[in-house]
């Protein structure tokens, strides 16, 4: 008779961990089964997120923006700095330090809440025993055991999209892993795709020094974000150096002795471009490789995600999914969120998402974040809304950081005033969605957040202000 746990969860990325920390803590018996490998080849916690995903961008963009800012921020305060060197060995270190820190967080929650953690490939077998679940785990030795569980909670995430005519080599071609190691700056950097990952890696070498060239295959900048947005953006992206084609579809890349030669089409016919290494970020998909048997019941559809209702059951009895390997946006707090909800479902308790306030961050420079419709999506569905916007440049602390750059621009419904969507360009706005999510979250209208005092002088001004303005009021521009 194999060990018998409440819960089992394949995957320990954010929607895995999170599912296994929050069915522990309601007195689950769990285990956790990982096939993720550091760069030690040691067990590393955490999936795409803490290893190659949100933790490591961030560090490396981080002190990417260090550097940036001697050369292009710190002279508007009167201080020069000669010479400044980056140091790629320490740069890359710092953001591994980070990444085996949080790794190893993990690894200490799962011990602190009594967590078993497997390290290895967790396959869902379709034959139960005792009318339990079974999933058979194969170790990293190559040693494999099947357990049993009510639950199985799928949360395989996901991985990069590999184009068949621009393979990933690990070295002149790249993923968005391989962009996070380069050892030494490329002169020239082609990206593929003017995406979230495209937009925050290139950001990071264009800072340090590389020529960086995006290729996007849609007409549109940032078609997802609000166009008024995307505009301030583009423009801004523009002036950092980042060249960015739109329209421009890859056709052919060939890794030569001197670089890269890239085929591409765009408006003006075919044109050519040779660049030192290619970092492709056309998007990802739902990764379930091994992950099934064949006689489970659990569904995929047309782009291989597992299928799930709206309580991410997958409608085989005890077999849930939560995650990038979901519908859904790939998102690491999509997936935290899913995880825990159905640790409460499964304890019979209320778990709960709510799709439509999931806000989006983008962590260039300006920072880009939004939560709930744009303005196109409104039109689109024929709501009645007015707008309100504020930009930065009239927000004393902007100016003050020499930040002042973008704007505030909150939609809300014409009649009932409540917020529809909040879309932002500018310093800190990662941080400034998340009051918006709130006032969201509780149905708030555009007028209660005009009644709700912001501290002077800080960034969260624009977010008032622009409340101001959707009833026409706003104090310290014109309406
Ligand atoms: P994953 O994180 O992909 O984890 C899945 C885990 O399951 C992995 O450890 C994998 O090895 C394991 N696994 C798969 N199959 C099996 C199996 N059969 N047996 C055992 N283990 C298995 N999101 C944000 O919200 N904010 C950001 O700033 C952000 N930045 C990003 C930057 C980059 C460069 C990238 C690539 C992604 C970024 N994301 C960001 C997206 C975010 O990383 C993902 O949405 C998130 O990691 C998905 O979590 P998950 O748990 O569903 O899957």
Redesign the pocket.
Same mark, same amino acid.
């Given at each position: 008779m194999s060990e018998k746990y409440d819960v089992i969860v394949? $995957?320990? +990325?954010? %929607? +895995?961990y999170h599912a296994a920390i929050r069915a522990a803590q309601l007195g689950l018996k769990t285990a956790v089964?990982? %096939?993720?490998a550091g760069k030690d080849g040691k067990a590393a916690l955490g @999936?795409?997120?803490l290893n190659? @995903?949100?933790i490591p #961008?961030?560090a490396l963009l981080d002190s990417s923006k260090q550097f940036y800012n001697i050369a292009h921020n710190l002279p508007v305060h009167g201080i020069t700095v000669e010479n400044a060197k980056v140091d790629l060995g320490v740069f890359i270190g710092r953001k591994d330090k980070i990444v085996k820190q949080f790794t190893g967080g993990v690894d200490q929650l799962f011990k602190a809440n009594k967590i078993t953690s497997f390290f290895g490939?967790?396959?869902l077998l379709g034959s139960k025993s005792g009318g339990n679940n079974q999933v058979e785990i194969t170790g990293n030795d190559g040693n494999k055991q099947i357990l049993a569980a009510t639950n199985v909670i799928l %949360? #395989? $995430? #996901?991985v990069p999209i590999e184009l068949p005519f621009a393979k990933f080599d690990g070295k002149n071609i790249i993923d968005?892993a391989g962009a996070l190691d380069i050892d030494k700056v490329p002169k020239t950097l082609g990206v593929i795709g003017a995406g979230v990952?495209g937009l925050? *890696?290139g950001s990071v070498w264009n800072r340090l020094g590389a020529k960086v060239t995006i290729l996007e295959a849609l007409p549109d900048f940032l078609g997802t974000a609000d166009a008024d947005i995307a505009k301030v953006a583009q423009r801004e992206f523009k002036k950092q150096g980042l060249d960015i084609k739109l329209g421009a579809k890859l056709g052919k890349a060939d890794v030569k002795k001197d670089g890269v030669h890239l085929t591409y089409s765009d408006k003006d016919g075919e044109q050519s471009l040779v660049v030192d290494k290619l970092l492709v970020a056309v998007g990802?998909r739902a !990764?379930t490789d091994? *992950?099934l048997a064949d006689d489970t019941g659990v569904k995929l559809d047309e782009r291989g995600r597992i299928v799930v209702d709206e309580h991410c059951h997958t409608g085989v009895d005890g077999v849930w999914a939560? @995650?990038? %390997?979901v519908r859904g946006p790939? *998102?690491?707090?999509k +997936?935290f969120e899913e995880g825990m909800a159905v640790a409460e479902w499964i304890a019979g308790k209320a778990g709960h998402v709510n799709y439509d306030t999931i806000p989006w961050?983008i !962590?260039t420079e300006p920072e880009i974040a939004w939560a709930g419709k744009t303005e196109k999506q409104l039109k689109e569905e024929g709501v009645p809304y007015k707008i309100g916007s504020f930009p930065f440049a009239a927000i004393g602390r902007a100016v003050a950081m020499n930040e002042a750059i973008g704007q505030v621009k909150m939609i809300a419904h014409a009649e009932t005033d409540r917020i529809l969507g909040v879309h932002m360009v500018g310093p800190g706005v990662s941080e400034l969605i998340a009051e918006c999510v709130v006032a969201m979250e509780f149905k708030g209208s555009a007028e209660d957040m005009a009644r709700i005092i912001h501290a002077h002088p800080t960034l969260s001004e624009a977010v008032h202000e622009a409340a101001l303005s959707v009833d026409k009021r706003a104090i310290h521009k014109g309406n």
């Open positions: 394949i $995957g320990g +990325g954010p %929607a +895995g089964v990982d %096939a993720w @999936g795409t997120c190659v @995903g949100c #961008s961030k490939k967790g396959k %949360a #395989s $995430g #996901s968005n990952i925050e *890696l990802r !990764y091994g *992950l939560v @995650g990038d %390997a790939m *998102l690491a707090h +997936g961050v !962590y």
